[in-house]
């Protein structure tokens, strides 16, 4: 197998927690709570209305002045098809082969949080999220096999973090993370297999499992003008993720021809996740009313190359697995929100965001400019239990991928790209 074509089908699987691809740019996961995504997360930097404000600022803590919980649960029903707009007729493939629908499978996606003041001016609290995530997942025998097939890596996030109030106008806030991630990605031969009697359209090519911790940190600022108007600065570190795994492929040679199975190796890889900046703000405009809005930055750029390596493995360079250089480049969202405080048990909210595309295309990571449309509201059961709910659609922008086959095909196969999302949240706050 070609040094390229078996980089490129490593490239789709860096990303993390399930099916999130039609959710964020890249593989960027914002979906950290209820409350957040029934106003697109306008704001969540600066508003601080239960304890999953720490997965955006933990400064924020010590506007809280009681222990408290949010347990958060996120389904995620991603739906991206696509549709074959030219094949490769010299490997048989025509457009209509490479159609393939829902490749996204659906997701939950669980989080919580705890905040506890320790007196006027200190807090602490824990948080247990994740800010990445993609799965794809094609048929066995789909034709262009080799770039598409089984995609998936998973991340958690455990970041407890202090916070400490200067005045009453600024606060500040700063964790650790400690980052488990898992990752699969299996490839079959796909049309390939037309030109080796060994091979049928099933047959395993890739197979790479691998497990791993990183570390990272995260700063955060709150200033409060007053009761009404507030905005929070945050910045959560990148991390490097260093996989070790098991490889198996054409790379670590042939175990047995009859059947045909490659060898199975230890091998390595160097991820880089990006760092992620945030500016929030918050302004009570009317005794009902509030105004709220956001501005997410994403260091998309870190993410220069994959490597895979492993002494064991030989694709024209000793040592290497294989090497894809990459093409993202940083990332942008931006959200606009409004809060309205119906009466003392409810509250409704709505936002609208728009989050730029961060990554070039391949059919396991077919990133796309998505528009999010969000409507929320809360619910004060008792004095001390509160729930949220949130729903949002969101709409990618149509785009076209090119890709190749294999190495020996010349010509591009071209896809185009449906891609939507809907995302439906439940959170359930408790105040001690």
């Known amino acids: 197998?070609?040094?390229?074509?078996?980089?490129?089908?490593?490239?789709?699987?860096?990303?993390?927690?399930?099916?999130?691809?039609?959710?964020?740019?890249?593989?960027?996961?914002?979906?950290?709570?209820?409350?957040?995504?029934?106003?697109?997360?306008?704001?969540?930097?600066?508003?601080?209305?239960?304890?999953?404000?720490?997965?955006?600022?933990?400064?924020?803590?010590?506007?809280?002045?009681?222990?408290?919980?949010?347990?958060?649960?996120?389904?995620?029903?991603?739906?991206?098809?696509?549709?074959?707009r030219s094949g490769v007729p010299a490997m048989g493939v025509s457009a209509s082969d490479l159609d393939a629908n829902n490749i996204a499978p659906d997701a939950f996606i669980p989080a919580m949080y705890l905040i506890q003041p320790i007196n006027d001016q200190w807090a602490w609290g824990t948080a247990l999220f994740t800010n990445f995530g993609l799965s794809t997942d094609f048929e066995d025998d789909y034709s262009a096999g080799l770039i598409g097939g089984k995609t998936e890596l998973i991340t958690y996030n455990f970041n407890p973090n202090i916070a400490y109030r200067l005045n009453d106008q600024w606060s500040f806030g700063a964790g650790i993370s400690a980052i488990y991630a898992d990752a699969t990605l299996i490839r079959h031969a796909g049309a390939g297999a037309a030109a080796n009697p060994l091979l049928s359209a099933d047959t395993e090519l890739v197979n790479l499992t691998g497990d791993t911790w990183g570390w990272g940190w995260n700063l955060a600022a709150l200033y409060e003008y007053n009761a009404d108007h507030?905005?929070?600065?945050?910045?959560?570190?990148?991390?490097?993720?260093?996989?070790?795994?098991?490889?198996?492929?054409?790379?670590?040679?042939?175990?047995?021809?009859?059947?045909?199975?490659?060898?199975?190796?230890?091998?390595?890889?160097?991820?880089?996740?990006?760092?992620?900046?945030?500016?929030?703000?918050?302004h009570r405009v009317a005794p009902k009313l509030a105004l709220h809005y956001s501005v997410q930055w994403t260091d998309w750029s870190v993410l220069?190359?994959?490597?895979?390596?492993?002494?064991?493995?030989?694709?024209?360079?000793?040592?290497?697995?294989?090497?894809?250089?990459?093409?993202?480049?940083?990332?942008?969202?931006?959200?606009?929100?409004?809060?309205?405080?119906?009466?003392?048990?409810?509250?409704?909210?709505?936002?609208?965001?728009?989050?730029?595309?961060?990554?070039?295309?391949?059919?396991?990571?077919?990133?796309t400019q998505r528009l999010w449309y969000s409507l929320g509201t809360s619910y004060q059961a008792t004095p001390a239990l509160s729930l949220d709910l949130g729903l949002a659609y969101l709409q990618g922008k149509d785009v076209t991928i090119n890709e190749q086959l294999t190495a020996s095909s010349q010509t591009m196969a071209q896809y185009d790209v449906d891609a939507s999302a809907f995302l439906a949240s439940l959170q359930a706050n408790y105040r001690f």
């Open 304 to 367: 220069k190359d994959l490597t895979a390596t492993s002494s064991s493995c030989n694709d024209g360079t000793a040592g290497e697995c294989f090497s894809k250089d990459e093409d993202f480049k940083d990332s942008w969202r931006y959200a606009i929100g409004g809060t309205y405080y119906l009466d003392q048990q409810w509250t409704m909210r709505a936002g609208l965001a728009l989050d730029k595309q961060a990554s070039y295309n391949t059919i396991s990571i077919p990133d």
């Open 230 to 282: 507030r905005w929070g600065l945050s910045y959560r570190s990148g991390t490097t993720l260093s996989f070790d795994g098991k490889f198996s492929g054409s790379a670590a040679g042939i175990k047995s021809l009859s059947p045909l199975e490659f060898n199975t190796v230890d091998g390595t890889l160097d991820l880089e996740l990006p760092a992620i900046a945030e500016l929030s703000g918050y």
């Open 1 to 84: 197998m070609n040094k390229h074509i078996l980089a490129l089908t490593l490239s789709s699987v860096l990303a993390t927690t399930a099916s999130q691809q039609a959710a964020a740019a890249a593989f960027n996961l914002n979906e950290h709570s209820a409350s957040g995504l029934g106003r697109a997360f306008a704001g969540d930097a600066a508003i601080a209305d239960n304890a999953a404000v720490l997965a955006r600022n933990p400064a924020a803590m010590t506007r809280f002045d009681a222990m408290e919980m949010s347990v958060v649960g996120t389904y995620a029903r991603p739906n991206i098809d696509l549709r074959g």
